[in-house]
Structures are given as C-alpha cells and as structure tokens.
C-alpha cells in the first residue's frame, strides 16, 4: 500500500503548518529552572510549557495524552499488543552568548531553522509529531500502537526516562530522533569512576619519607568533566631543594623541547605551573592533549615529596598518553564497537586533603564491566585508590538484523536513494532508554552538527524530508 504514497508530497502539503507550529514550539524557553519547579513541573516552568505544547499538538490530532507527573508524557494512537515507540525530549540547553539572532526567535535565515533546540531535540520531536498525524490523517491500517513520548530531563540526568519507565509499558521497539542518520544501532557501555586517595589510606601504605626531595606538591587540579579531555592543569610547588626560579627554569625548558603551551609563575614562595592542552570529547581522547596528564608527565622529572611521588608516578605510569587501558591491562578491541577507551577528565590533589582522579571509561559489549573494573579494583591498590562507580551505562545494541533496524534501513534507502549504513559509537543517545531502540536521524550525512552551539539550526529541507521519513518508518513499523 505504501508504493501508492508518496510520503514526501503528503509532508510537502503541510509543510506551512509544520514549520509554524515548530517555530512556535521552539519559541518556548525549556531549559532546565530549579527555581520555577513544583508538582507537575519537576524541572520549571518553561519545560512543563514546552510539554504542554508538545500534548497539545497531539491531542488536537486525535492521539490518546498521558501525563506522568510532568517527568514525561506520552500521545498514542493505534490498537494492538505491540507498542512502537517515538521517544523525544522537549528540554534544551541553556542558550549561551553571541548568536547572530535571537535564539528564541525561531526565524528562518537562509534555508535555516535557528533556533535553541532546532537540531536537538524540538524541532525533530515535531517532526516526529507531524509524521504521526501525517499517519492518521491518512487514516492507514494499524497492526500496532504506536507512542510518542516526551521526556524532559535528557539534557541533565535523564530523570524523566527513569521516572517514566517505573510505571509505563516499555515499548516492543522503537527510535529516538535525537542523533544521526542512517541509523546508530550500538552504543558502548558508560562509566564514570572515581579513584580517591585519602591521607589515611596513603599513611597505611607506610612508604619512606622521601630524600632531597626537589619540591612539594601543594595541589594538582585539572579538568572540570569526565566525559572531556582536560584543557587547563595546574600545579603548586613548594621548593625544597631547587628554589623557584630552578623549577620555573626547567619547566620553561621542558615546554619548549616537547612543544607543549603553559607558563610558570612564582609567588608568595611558591611556584604555579600551568599547562595548556586541547579538549575533546572523552569518547574519543585520543584526538585531544589532556593538560592533567601532561603535567604530570613533566612533575615525573622533579624528586616530590613521597605523597606527590606516588600520585603522579601512579597517573604517568597508567594514564600518560594511555588511551585504551593497556598499562591498566583491561584494554579490549571490539570489531563492531571499537576499542574500549579511558578519559581521565578531572584531577584533584591537596597535600592536606584527598587525592583524586575522575576516570571516564567507555567499553563495548564483548568485555563485561565486572571483568574489566575487577582489574582495575586490584590494580589501584598500588596506589592506595578506592574504586567509586559514579554512573555507570551497561552496552547498548540492537542485533542489526532486527526488524526494527532492517525496516528502518529499508525506509531510509527508499525515501533518499541512499545507502543505509549502520553505525556503532562511543557516545550515548535516547535510544538506550529504551529496551529494544535506536537513534534514527534527523542529522544527515555530511552536514554539521550545530547542536548545543550557538546559531543551532536546521535545515528547512531536512526537517521536511525528515518528517516524511519518520512517517513512512511509523507506518512500516506498526502497519
């Protein structure tokens, strides 16, 4: 039946009414406000306005509206068992500074959407909207049910999929419209780890007072996230056996031989050691210059303090330029996934205080957390670290000969005349939300992704196609 529709001319017709009724949607300032929170708006006012819209639209094309406590919110139509699932989320990120329009202004600017939330994830979550009115308004058979549901907390915790799922039904399978086409049918495990080093601990250690130390480590700090590559370090020395300008001297020398960028200062009797690197994301640390361990790489050339001695000699042996676990022996390489990666993103140490190291570990699914983290475990005793598991996201995959993955591919070949690749990441979508799911668009191949950038926008041409995409995808799927 689907041969005789052409899905792209039915979205064409009501490309007017989409791109006003988005415009609008976006004009709605949903960004995480503690302070407006209450009962039915966990997370402020201009998120529950944003949902509200959301349920609007839906009601008013003839879907079934349930509210769950304002965390999240569904629109379902069709009847059947089996549930198809369209998850979306209506909150945004703060706006940040120097757009060349307004970010809430919504104005179309060369062929643009622009707007906070254009790409990721308002406009795409109307589009997915229009597609299932595109469906009912058709008036198509339906095997299936078929729900759209809002989550409004993607952008911090994911607190809304958390809430939603300990009462609603999961869906037999479905997408997220909150990545890239093709289609991401694999995502790596997440693990945000915390290894601390207390005086007591490193004190039961008992190691010898260090001799003619060179210096004392006062404090170390580095990074902000785990999930990015550090791009400032800095260290404070107290001289010992060299003086200031010796320890400025050497570190000066030591930037310019391996071309790395910092400074080094002297004040109030101590030396401030800065080093410059280049931030990525942790998913791929490699391609960045993490200043933490860079660092400490160089604070190995100076005889510290014992403490500092043992800190920096644990960091630089196991996390200088150590991407993939090897010194730590837990490296693992994955012919779907990839290898498992490691990102220390935060560094903390005061002399007095707790020592810290904030690890991001990203793994595939043929290596198991327990196996990996149970090396780990072991290997820090070296350095006198307790494990902490901040978060932790098990592996995420979907067999790609899944229906869902086949009848998704099948719908993109045929509505862009393109190859439907499938992509595994390192990264984390909507899609693991959901028991059986995938991230499906709205970004084509080869454009830039301005999501959380100023001036974010999208394409009215790819809204429009995606629209049409998304409707044939729900028709296939629940038909």
């Not at 406000?33 to 819209?53: K, M, S, V, Y």
């Not at 990120?93 to 329009?101: H, I, K, L, Y």
């Not at 919504?106 to 595109?134: E, H, N, S, T």
């Not at 101590?270 to 942790?282: A, F, I, K, T």
């Amino acid at each position: 039946m689907t041969k005789n529709i052409d899905w792209l001319a039915q979205t064409q017709k009501r490309q007017e009414e989409l791109l006003e009724t988005a415009q609008a949607f976006l004009r709605i300032k949903s960004v995480l406000d503690p302070e407006t929170a209450r009962e039915g708006a966990p997370f402020g006012e201009g998120i529950r306005e944003a949902l509200d819209f959301a349920l609007q639209v839906c009601r008013q094309a003839g879907m079934t509206i349930k509210d769950v406590d304002g965390y999240a919110a569904h629109a379902e139509f069709g009847a059947g068992d089996e549930l198809i699932g369209i998850l979306c989320h209506v909150d945004v990120v703060p706006e940040g500074d120097g757009w060349s329009t307004p970010p809430y202004a919504a104005q179309i600017v060369d062929g643009k959407l622009v707007a906070r939330g254009a790409i990721d994830d308002k406009g795409p979550a109307m589009a997915a909207i229009f597609a299932a009115k595109l469906v009912l308004e058709l008036g198509l058979p339906l095997s299936k049910r078929v729900r759209l549901i809002f989550g409004t907390d993607e952008e911090s915790s994911w607190k809304c999929v958390e809430r939603y799922f300990q009462t609603e039904e999961m869906p037999t399978m479905g997408f997220t419209p909150d990545a890239d086409f093709p289609l991401i049918y694999a995502e790596k495990g997440l693990t945000d780890l915390k290894w601390r080093q207390t005086i007591e601990a490193f004190r039961a250690l008992n190691l010898p007072a260090a001799s003619q130390a060179e210096a004392a480590l006062v404090s170390f700090t580095a990074g902000r996230r785990m999930n990015m590559v550090p791009d400032k370090a800095e260290a404070v020395l107290k001289p010992l056996q060299m003086t200031g300008t010796q320890i400025a001297d050497r570190y000066r020398q030591y930037l310019s031989e391996a071309g790395r960028t910092g400074h080094a200062e002297e004040e109030n009797g101590q030396v401030v050691l800065m080093m410059e690197g280049v931030s990525v994301h942790g998913m791929d640390p490699g391609k960045g210059v993490n200043a933490g361990t860079e660092l400490i790489h160089f604070l190995r050339t100076l005889s510290l303090d014992e403490r500092a001695s043992l800190y920096t000699s644990f960091a630089d042996r196991y996390l200088y330029h150590e991407h993939h676990g090897a010194a730590l022996g837990i490296a693992h390489q994955d012919a779907e996934m990839g290898a498992l990666t490691v990102n220390p993103g935060v560094f903390e140490y005061q002399a007095d205080g707790d020592a810290l190291i904030q690890v991001n570990i990203r793994y595939p699914h043929s290596v198991s957390f327990e196996e990996w983290s149970g090396v780990l475990s072991g290997l820090l005793q070296e350095g006198a670290f307790g494990l902490e598991v901040v978060e932790h996201l098990p592996p995420h995959r979907v067999d790609p000969n899944h229906p869902l993955v086949t009848t998704l591919q099948r719908v993109y070949t045929e509505q862009t005349g393109e190859e439907a690749g499938i992509i595994a990441i390192g990264g984390a979508t909507y899609g693991r939300s959901l028991d059986v799911g995938v991230a499906f668009g709205p970004l084509f191949p080869g454009r830039p992704d301005s999501a959380h950038q100023r001036d974010e926008y999208i394409l009215v041409e790819d809204l429009i196609k995606a629209t049409a995409i998304y409707a044939q995808a729900i028709y296939e799927l629940a038909k």
